[in-house]
């Protein structure tokens, strides 16, 4: 790779080559000009692990907890840490760029995508975005804001228009964004799927050139996401540089010809391109080769980071009795559908292969030093797990032979063209390739031999993109070639998943065999945007349990044993990309698990896995209570910690838990209505609702217990309009006394709030989130901490009038909470009205 004169090349390059590098070549690189020694650049996903560039069959990577659970550790400090390992991992798949973190705003428990983004509040989210984005850029690879901007829900994700006033765009949902590049100016930013009052993003002048560019003054390259590009002329006049992926649907010959009837002026691709230039330049100061090999990391400080950062972002929403921590030396029951399966990441394209995965059943029995039992309880699955990993190949080998053919297997000669091991039986085969495949139609056959551990029923189950039929020593037992019925597994592109069931008997080898065609055999009609070429598959099983006799071996198991923990929750297909929850409810059959086994045993120990927020009808009873959202590679481990006390919990919550969906301020308004989403909660997203209809959440954003106590003393307040390291303002410092008056060392989250006048003409949320830090104390220890803001940007609204922030004249107050009920406050004025725009 080598470094450019941009305006030199731009001089070289025909219509036909500037045309072509502002789209896609395939689904993760741009296209290079040889010619001229422009390199393909590789993006990869994804906010919490980069994946490299294969769905199929890929290079396992590093998980972090998922996003909403980085939001609840309040740590800027572990957040750029965390960029830098990213940093690290993106080089080690050869990608110059990280398509996150995704920023955009927890409207509503019910969004596929929730996991994927820090927090319902801007400054929470657009701060700890721009520390993250720092610790990846340090490493020279380029950071991707997405999704720019309003990207809340996936109904109808590509098509609906987002109905939202200039005020809350403004507030809500473009401050993370602002806050962000105030921190770190990223190399990239990533256009939404969905219209803003009327247009896509993708095709917004308003917002691309005269927010983001001319109002931020912000200089990058901005990609749409994937089939997020809906014009041809439109999209490149409005700012989007690059259509993403390839090959090209939008560009190439249109767009060509759209230059030369003028209507894209050359100056105008000129700028699309000039922006994909200046990215080859970036990309070409990592040092990361064109077309690299894509490795394992692993490293033993990567799995030391992954861990603290799973236990800090453990919230402990309930302690009483201080019944934590357990004890290592007493016997513990784990009990509960996540305890033995690591629910380790969101589903869709958060979602990847990790290096490994601690169960929380593993971190419990790795840290007992006493006996450690187990009941099921209850299921959590939507499809049944998958059956990969628990088949042996004929050599004896972990999981199954998959060999592939370019004819049906009704054909009675077949030429094996293809002969891979795989163990995992869930997969996209957009990036699977064998020159000896004639095209996109072709059959693979997966074999291997099952052993139960168990005499019973069975289940088995089949999802696909394409059809497959799975046998049982020869038996039909699925069939979902004969009758298909559309499903929303796989971004919505796939089946329902079809059943079928069989008596095992333990320790009986059993030969399953699934035969599977590709998507040209499917008999579904094909409506998707999205192109997953060759299609996909899923194939699990699991024993058929009855809930009344699971359940009462688990309140058996209960009632006998003093420690008991329950592990609940969601997994990556309840929450995914491609579709929202219908529900804020767990799985069929956990709340009753786990009322029943409080019943039992008060003290039980409750910690639940999802990234949004779920209904706790048993709450009441609960004793002790911790979210433990999605943990990443070291979530067992990181629970064990909390469980144990090897680390003293001190996550908050980053986002206000409801007691039912009614309670949401979206319930009215989430969802596309016949094509439009109206934001009809505007400014009141979260606790700024809660709080100003005082209406009790179930736990509210920032909340959090420890095992220790803090309390926070002598606030004092200095503006500094000579000092200011924040943009162009005067600063206002928060100075505190912190102190750990407890006898467990701990960490405090300080946030510092403010709390506008009451004025006339304009309704403003009871206090607003302008600042935080996090502390950490020995036990006895004190510190003096200090948290600074901008006086104009806490101050301001947007004034929809002047289309300007307003900080209005006035008497404004800071209130400091942390750990415990306990807030310190102190007035500061705004000596005159101020208009402002910029970043």
Same mark, same amino acid.
């Given at each position: 790779m080598v470094q450019h004169d941009v305006e030199k090349t731009l001089s070289e390059l025909d219509l036909s080559e500037k045309v072509a590098l502002t789209a896609g070549a395939d689904f993760w690189h741009t296209v290079p000009i040889p010619r001229l020694n422009i390199p393909a650049i590789r993006c990869s996903d994804g906010p919490n692990g980069v994946r490299g560039t294969r769905f199929f069959n890929g290079v396992p990577a590093a998980c972090l907890p998922c996003s909403t659970a980085l939001g609840s550790t309040w740590n800027v400090e572990l957040l750029e840490r965390i960029g830098e390992l990213l940093g690290d991992e993106a080089r080690a798949k050869g990608a110059h760029v990280l398509l996150g973190p995704t920023i955009n705003i927890q409207r509503s428990p019910l969004g596929g995508r929730g996991f994927e983004s820090f927090s319902e509040d801007g400054v929470l989210s657009g701060t700890l975005a721009g520390y993250y984005c720092k610790g990846v850029q340090s490493k020279k690879v380029g950071a991707t804001l997405k999704h720019f901007v309003c990207n809340d829900q996936e109904h109808e994700r590509l098509a609906v228009d987002t109905i939202v006033t200039s005020r809350a765009l403004r507030e809500i949902y473009l401050l993370p964004f602002q806050l962000a590049l105030r921190i770190c100016k990223t190399a990239c930013f990533m256009t939404a799927y969905n219209k803003i009052n009327g247009t896509h993003v993708s095709e917004s002048r308003n917002i691309l050139e005269d927010i983001l560019r001319d109002e931020w003054k912000w200089k990058g390259l901005i990609m749409s996401d994937w089939f997020g590009t809906y014009s041809t002329s439109e999209a490149v006049k409005a700012g989007l540089d690059l259509e993403m992926p390839g090959p090209t649907r939008w560009r190439g010959g249109v767009l060509a010809h759209a230059v030369n009837s003028r209507k894209v002026p050359d100056h105008v691709l000129d700028e699309r391109v000039r922006n994909v230039l200046d990215l080859v330049n970036y990309a070409d100061k990592s040092g990361i080769p064109e077309g690299a090999e894509e490795k394992e990391l692993n490293r033993p400080e990567d799995q030391k980071l992954l861990r603290q950062a799973a236990a800090e972002s453990i919230v402990l929403l309930r302690? +009483?009795?201080?019944?934590?921590?357990?004890?290592?030396?007493?016997? !513990?029951?784990?009990?509960?559908? +996540?305890?033995?399966?690591?629910?380790?990441?969101?589903?869709?394209?958060?979602?990847?292969?990790?290096?490994?995965?601690? $169960?929380?059943?593993?971190?419990?029995? *790795?840290?007992?030093?006493?006996?450690?039992?187990?009941?099921?309880?209850a299921y959590a699955h939507q499809s049944l797990p998958p059956l990969g990993p628990l088949l042996k190949t004929a050599s004896g080998k972990?999981?199954?032979? %998959?060999?592939?053919?370019?004819?049906?297997?009704?054909?009675?000669?077949r030429d094996v063209v293809d002969h891979l091991t795989l163990v995992n039986s869930t997969a996209f085969l957009a990036?699977?390739? +064998?020159?000896?495949?004639?095209?996109?139609? %072709?059959?693979?056959?997966?074999?291997g031999v099952f052993t139960p551990e168990e005499d019973g029923l069975y289940d088995f189950g089949v999802t696909v993109i394409g059809t497959g039929k799975l046998f049982v020593d020869g038996e039909l037992v699925v069939d979902n070639f004969t009758k298909q019925r559309k499903g929303s597994a796989f971004f919505g592109s796939a089946t329902v998943e079809e059943r079928g069931s069989k008596e095992l008997k333990a320790g009986v080898s059993y030969n399953v065999?699934?035969?599977?065609?590709?998507?040209? $055999?499917?008999?579904?009609?094909?409506?998707?945007?999205?192109? %997953?070429?060759?299609?996909?598959?899923? %194939?699990?099983?699991?024993?058929?349990?009855?809930?009344?006799?699971? !359940?009462?071996?688990?309140?058996?198991?209960?009632?006998k044993t003093e420690q008991v923990l329950i592990v609940a929750g969601l997994n990556g297909e309840w929450e995914t990309e491609g579709h929202d929850r219908d529900h804020m409810d767990l799985p069929p059959g956990t709340d009753e698990l786990i009322s029943r086994v409080l019943d039992a045993n008060p003290n039980a120990a409750v910690v639940i896995q999802s990234g949004t927020p779920v209904t706790m009808p048993w709450a009441h009873k609960a004793n002790v209570l911790a979210q433990a959202w999605f943990g990443g590679n070291e979530l067992g481990n990181g629970i064990a910690d909390v469980l144990y006390g090897d680390v003293n919990p001190s996550g908050k919550?980053?986002?206000?838990?409801?007691?039912?969906l009614q309670d949401n301020p979206s319930y009215l308004n989430f969802g596309s209505d016949r094509g439009r989403v109206l934001y009809g909660e505007d400014i009141y997203v979260g606790y700024r609702f809660?709080? *100003?209809?005082?209406?009790?959440?179930?736990?509210?954003?920032?909340?959090?217990?420890?095992?220790?106590?803090?309390?926070?003393? +002598?606030?004092?307040?200095?503006?500094?309009?000579?000092?200011?390291?924040?943009?162009?303002?005067?600063?206002?410092?928060?100075?505190?006394?912190?102190?750990?008056?407890? *006898?467990t060392a701990g960490a405090e989250v300080v946030q510092l709030w403010v709390?506008?006048?009451v004025t006339t003409g304009i309704k403003?949320?009871?206090?607003?989130?302008?600042?935080?830090?996090?502390?950490?104390?020995?036990?006895?220890?004190?510190?003096?901490? *200090? !948290?600074s803001m901008e006086k104009k940007l806490a101050t301001s609204f947007w004034d929809e009038v002047r289309q300007s922030w307003a900080s209005v004249k006035g008497e404004y107050k800071i209130l400091i909470t942390g750990t415990g009920e306990d807030t310190l406050s102190a007035p500061f004025e705004v000596q005159s009205t101020r208009y402002w725009l910029g970043l």
């Amino acid at each position: 790779m080598v470094q450019h004169d941009v305006e030199k090349t731009l001089s070289e390059l025909d219509l036909s080559e500037k045309v072509a590098l502002t789209a896609g070549a395939d689904f993760w690189h741009t296209v290079p000009i040889p010619r001229l020694n422009i390199p393909a650049i590789r993006c990869s996903d994804g906010p919490n692990g980069v994946r490299g560039t294969r769905f199929f069959n890929g290079v396992p990577a590093a998980c972090l907890p998922c996003s909403t659970a980085l939001g609840s550790t309040w740590n800027v400090e572990l957040l750029e840490r965390i960029g830098e390992l990213l940093g690290d991992e993106a080089r080690a798949k050869g990608a110059h760029v990280l398509l996150g973190p995704t920023i955009n705003i927890q409207r509503s428990p019910l969004g596929g995508r929730g996991f994927e983004s820090f927090s319902e509040d801007g400054v929470l989210s657009g701060t700890l975005a721009g520390y993250y984005c720092k610790g990846v850029q340090s490493k020279k690879v380029g950071a991707t804001l997405k999704h720019f901007v309003c990207n809340d829900q996936e109904h109808e994700r590509l098509a609906v228009d987002t109905i939202v006033t200039s005020r809350a765009l403004r507030e809500i949902y473009l401050l993370p964004f602002q806050l962000a590049l105030r921190i770190c100016k990223t190399a990239c930013f990533m256009t939404a799927y969905n219209k803003i009052n009327g247009t896509h993003v993708s095709e917004s002048r308003n917002i691309l050139e005269d927010i983001l560019r001319d109002e931020w003054k912000w200089k990058g390259l901005i990609m749409s996401d994937w089939f997020g590009t809906y014009s041809t002329s439109e999209a490149v006049k409005a700012g989007l540089d690059l259509e993403m992926p390839g090959p090209t649907r939008w560009r190439g010959g249109v767009l060509a010809h759209a230059v030369n009837s003028r209507k894209v002026p050359d100056h105008v691709l000129d700028e699309r391109v000039r922006n994909v230039l200046d990215l080859v330049n970036y990309a070409d100061k990592s040092g990361i080769p064109e077309g690299a090999e894509e490795k394992e990391l692993n490293r033993p400080e990567d799995q030391k980071l992954l861990r603290q950062a799973a236990a800090e972002s453990i919230v402990l929403l309930r302690n +009483n009795k201080s019944v934590l921590p357990f004890d290592k030396n007493k016997p !513990i029951a784990v009990i509960g559908p +996540n305890s033995k399966v690591a629910s380790y990441c969101g589903g869709g394209s958060a979602a990847l292969l990790a290096y490994y995965a601690v $169960t929380p059943f593993e971190g419990v029995s *790795k840290a007992s030093q006493a006996d450690v039992s187990f009941a099921q309880g209850a299921y959590a699955h939507q499809s049944l797990p998958p059956l990969g990993p628990l088949l042996k190949t004929a050599s004896g080998k972990k999981g199954f032979d %998959f060999k592939v053919y370019n004819e049906a297997p009704d054909e009675t000669k077949r030429d094996v063209v293809d002969h891979l091991t795989l163990v995992n039986s869930t997969a996209f085969l957009a990036d699977y390739k +064998n020159s000896k495949v004639k095209s996109d139609l %072709f059959y693979a056959d997966m074999e291997g031999v099952f052993t139960p551990e168990e005499d019973g029923l069975y289940d088995f189950g089949v999802t696909v993109i394409g059809t497959g039929k799975l046998f049982v020593d020869g038996e039909l037992v699925v069939d979902n070639f004969t009758k298909q019925r559309k499903g929303s597994a796989f971004f919505g592109s796939a089946t329902v998943e079809e059943r079928g069931s069989k008596e095992l008997k333990a320790g009986v080898s059993y030969n399953v065999r699934f035969e599977f065609g590709t998507r040209p $055999t499917s008999k579904l009609e094909n409506r998707g945007v999205v192109d %997953f070429g060759p299609g996909g598959f899923a %194939f699990g099983a699991c024993k058929r349990r009855e809930l009344e006799d699971s !359940i009462r071996e688990a309140v058996e198991l209960a009632t006998k044993t003093e420690q008991v923990l329950i592990v609940a929750g969601l997994n990556g297909e309840w929450e995914t990309e491609g579709h929202d929850r219908d529900h804020m409810d767990l799985p069929p059959g956990t709340d009753e698990l786990i009322s029943r086994v409080l019943d039992a045993n008060p003290n039980a120990a409750v910690v639940i896995q999802s990234g949004t927020p779920v209904t706790m009808p048993w709450a009441h009873k609960a004793n002790v209570l911790a979210q433990a959202w999605f943990g990443g590679n070291e979530l067992g481990n990181g629970i064990a910690d909390v469980l144990y006390g090897d680390v003293n919990p001190s996550g908050k919550l980053s986002l206000s838990f409801p007691v039912r969906l009614q309670d949401n301020p979206s319930y009215l308004n989430f969802g596309s209505d016949r094509g439009r989403v109206l934001y009809g909660e505007d400014i009141y997203v979260g606790y700024r609702f809660y709080e *100003k209809t005082a209406l009790q959440p179930l736990f509210p954003f920032g909340y959090g217990l420890s095992y220790t106590t803090f309390s926070r003393s +002598n606030l004092s307040l200095e503006v500094d309009p000579e000092k200011s390291s924040l943009a162009d303002g005067e600063t206002v410092t928060a100075t505190l006394t912190v102190a750990n008056s407890g *006898k467990t060392a701990g960490a405090e989250v300080v946030q510092l709030w403010v709390q506008p006048p009451v004025t006339t003409g304009i309704k403003r949320p009871v206090r607003e989130l302008k600042g935080f830090t996090k502390v950490f104390l020995q036990p006895g220890e004190t510190k003096d901490v *200090k !948290i600074s803001m901008e006086k104009k940007l806490a101050t301001s609204f947007w004034d929809e009038v002047r289309q300007s922030w307003a900080s209005v004249k006035g008497e404004y107050k800071i209130l400091i909470t942390g750990t415990g009920e306990d807030t310190l406050s102190a007035p500061f004025e705004v000596q005159s009205t101020r208009y402002w725009l910029g970043l």
